[in-house]
């Protein structure tokens, strides 16, 4: 099988980790929050042809009783970790479009690809019920397997150091001594006891027909630190996320604001994913033809007041915004122009007759 020969052959196909594993390596946990957090908090618009944006309320709720952002994070989580998500919808509105869907978990959908039909719970559900999200990249539990494991086994080398076992040890038979007649004797005899004495870090005996070795290590190597950094490296790579954000320090990085590195966060690593949703949500059976479900950015790519204000006061010069654009782009209600006010006729005073003259 091949998820048994992988453990064995450095090139064969590692098998698949699960999730619950691989949230438990520090690189996975943080690549997931910079993706999944990241895109998962942009609001949604709907931007119909003539490019005004269209009100879409169940795009800010999709699901009942579900903050957006919790829903939207789930789908991004499900797109990185399975490459596939499935929402169900449970209410439409009066022109058949959903209004309220349902988010399904991965491990409850299978699919008959014979028959081409989607089980949820193992109960058939029409096609016109559910929406399929597709990731263009694969899947991270797949694509990353090798990777998580290895940061899972240097954690464990690590860990045995830091409960006081040594990195190797060994014992070999004493000058004189009788050696044990096989394995198995040593291992019931000596072995067995002695690792269970080390585990309850107590002090074990080493019998006089035997002596115990153990390797020499300083405390960088029994740490593993080049080792774990270059795994975390490769978490990286597989994830997408720039090395810098778990840590690990590269030393060909050039000179970049924090403008720079929110743009390129967003079209290297959100991009596909991002772009998944957008088509899907696009898509004829979910919004009316000719409007287009795109993420709200500005947030995200927000700079600095001065920046922002040099950019109004450009695109005032060549036409681009108008006044009225300025202010709600900042997040601040448009300002009421001051009416004149009336002067008040004192009480008693009789109007003023139009004569002759004065007309």
């Known amino acids: 099988m091949i998820g048994l020969e992988s453990y064995a052959s450095a090139t064969a196909i590692a098998p698949r980790v699960s999730r619950r594993e691989a ?9 997931r929050d910079l993706i999944v957090g990241s895109l998962g908090q942009l609001p949604l618009s709907v931007v119909k042809a003539d490019l005004s944006i269209e009100s879409a309320s169940w795009l800010q709720q999709p699901e009942r009783n579900v903050p957006r952002s919790v829903t939207m994070s789930r789908l991004v989580e499900d797109l990185l970790f399975e490459q596939v998500a499935w929402w169900r919808i449970i209410e439409s509105d009066y022109r058949n479009f959903p209004a309220r869907v349902k988010r399904l978990k991965p491990d409850e959908v299978s699919l008959d690809e014979d028959q081409g039909k989607v089980y949820v719970g193992g109960k058939h559900v029409p096609d016109d019920e559910l929406i399929r999200f597709d990731s263009p990249n694969d899947a ?16 464990q080398a690590a860990q045995r150091y830091a409960d006081g076992a040594p990195p190797g040890d060994y014992f070999t038979p004493a000058e004189g001594a009788d ?181």
């Open 23 to 31: 949230i438990q390596v520090p690189a996975v946990k943080r690549s």
């Open 140 to 155: 991270l539990l797949v694509a990353g397997a090798r990777a998580i494991r290895q940061c899972l086994l240097l954690d």
């Open 179 to 359: 050696p044990f007649d096989d394995d198995t004797e040593a291992q019931s005899l000596l072995l067995d006891p002695w690792a269970s004495a080390r585990k309850r870090r107590s002090t074990a005996w080493v019998p006089a027909a035997v002596n115990y070795h153990t390797a020499t290590f300083n405390p960088e190597q029994l740490e593993l630190a080049d080792q774990r950094q270059h795994a975390v490296l490769e978490i990286a790579r597989v994830a997408g996320v720039d090395p810098e954000e778990l840590g690990v320090s590269t030393t060909s990085r050039t000179y970049a604001n924090q403008f720079d590195r929110r743009k390129n966060f967003l079209d290297f690593t959100l991009g596909s994913y991002r772009a998944a949703v957008e088509d899907r949500l696009s898509m004829g059976d979910v919004t009316p033809r000719g409007s287009l479900v795109r993420f709200d950015l500005d947030g995200f790519l927000r700079s600095s007041a001065k920046e922002r204000f040099e950019a109004y006061k450009l695109g005032l010069e060549v036409g681009a915004i108008g006044p009225e654009e300025i202010r709600p782009a900042e997040g601040k209600p448009q300002l009421i122009a001051e009416r004149p006010i009336a002067p008040v006729r004192a009480i008693g005073s009789t109007p003023t007759q139009r004569t002759e003259e004065t007309a």
